[in-house]
């Protein structure tokens, strides 16, 4: 993996233009005017700079692009292929990892990953990017989120076990043949099957001041309204690999339930092109249009007192004041059996707009919105 041969800390008034001369401080847009913000500029002046990018047998020469197949197998012979792209620029510089699937039934960032495979011209970029559009693939090719072999999610079992059922080691060869590759990951995720989902961002807090930092100003220039910091959790992705000081972030958009939606995908897109403008891995400024707002990790969650039939009042993203009504459930009779109240200010985070609910089932989730 790329080593940093040195590092300057930056301070100006926003933490989403990406600075190459202290003359560039002033050109900020309205909106950011008031912040000031550290920004982490990393140098690569100096590293070593191979004239090609291999994983395995699947090698990209300088300027060009390719993509082959990652095989594992598990002691049972069940096997899976993970398709895999490398882009290897015509200059020195960072190795972007981006991955899709993690879940197999979020649709927008799997496309986003493979636009962008398609889209980036080598010879235009500076370092290098790798792509995998799939990580859960069983699950995928039986439109189940997690795998449909031994059942697990991926995203619990980083950095994965050579010697584990077929989840650990594809969670093992991502972890060790791709991730471990890179300077800078990006996961891109969404809403599952049964849920509706805002866009947000993500960073992992680790303790590691500096590096708190960094992912946190990552995931703010992704360009979405509201971002997320959440603790280490073992076995994520995003926990492992900010635990190695991989600099890793995710980038929720997907309306959820099963679609594809050309909106949800340009999120991701423009998730994606904004992380390689800040990395200076292709030319431009970052497109970020507001100051994106901090929201709570902790979720408040609105769950169903009594069987009936879900009438909601609100829309995922949308920003409700406590006490506020959200929607009721009713009997065939059309009687309400219970209002749905607002138990915080914040964002709606999620909805389970399933219309027949059950005592138990969760209906909605709230954030608080911090900034």
């Not at 030319?283 to 507001?290: A, F, L, R, T, W």
Request: aromatic residues 10%; contains cysteine; hydrophobic residues 35%.
């Amino acid at each position: 993996m790329y080593g940093f041969t040195s590092l300057v800390v930056i301070f100006f008034k926003s933490p989403f233009t990406q600075v190459t001369q202290l003359s560039e401080c002033k050109q900020l847009h309205p909106c950011h005017q008031k912040f000031f913000m550290p920004i982490l500029k990393y140098d690569f002046i100096g590293k070593t700079m191979s004239k090609s990018f291999k994983i395995r047998d699947i090698v990209a020469e300088e300027a060009t692009k390719v993509t082959g197949f990652l095989t594992i197998e598990d002691d049972t012979a069940a096997t899976v292929k993970l398709l895999i792209g490398i882009i290897k620029g015509s200059e020195e510089g960072p190795v972007l990892s981006i991955t899709g699937g993690m879940y197999g039934t979020q649709y927008p960032g799997i496309d986003a990953c493979i636009r962008t495979y398609n889209e980036i011209d080598p010879k235009r970029l500076k370092g290098s990017i790798i792509t995998i559009p799939v990580i859960e693939m069983t699950g995928f090719q039986k439109c189940m989120d997690k795998s449909s072999i031994d059942g697990l999610s991926s995203n619990s079992v980083f950095p994965g076990d050579p010697e584990g059922t077929i989840t650990y080691r594809i969670a093992y060869t991502v972890f060790n043949e791709v991730i471990k590759k890179s300077d800078y990951h990006i996961d891109l995720r969404g809403g599952d099957l049964w849920e509706n989902l805002h866009t947000f961002s993500i960073s992992c807090e680790t303790g590691n001041k500096n590096f708190d930092v960094k992912t946190s100003t990552l995931a703010r220039i992704l360009g979405t309204k509201y971002y997320l910091i959440i603790p280490y959790i073992k076995g994520s992705l995003i926990g492992e690999a900010s635990k190695l000081g991989i600099a890793s972030v995710i980038l929720e958009s997907s309306k959820g339930l099963g679609t594809y939606d050309e909106e949800d995908i340009q999120s991701c897109m423009k998730g994606i092109y904004n992380l390689l403008k800040h990395l200076t891995m292709i030319k431009g400024k970052p497109d970020i249009p507001y100051e994106p707002k901090k929201i709570e990790f902790k979720m408040h969650h609105i769950k169903a007192k009594h069987g009936g039939l879900l009438y909601l009042q609100c829309k995922y993203g949308e920003v409700a004041s406590k006490g506020q009504k959200l929607g009721d459930i009713r009997n065939l009779k059309g009687e309400i059996l219970q209002e749905l109240i607002a138990p915080i200010d914040g964002i709606i985070h999620y909805t389970y707009p399933k219309h027949i609910k059950h005592p138990g089932d969760l209906i909605l989730g709230m954030r608080r919105i911090l900034e």
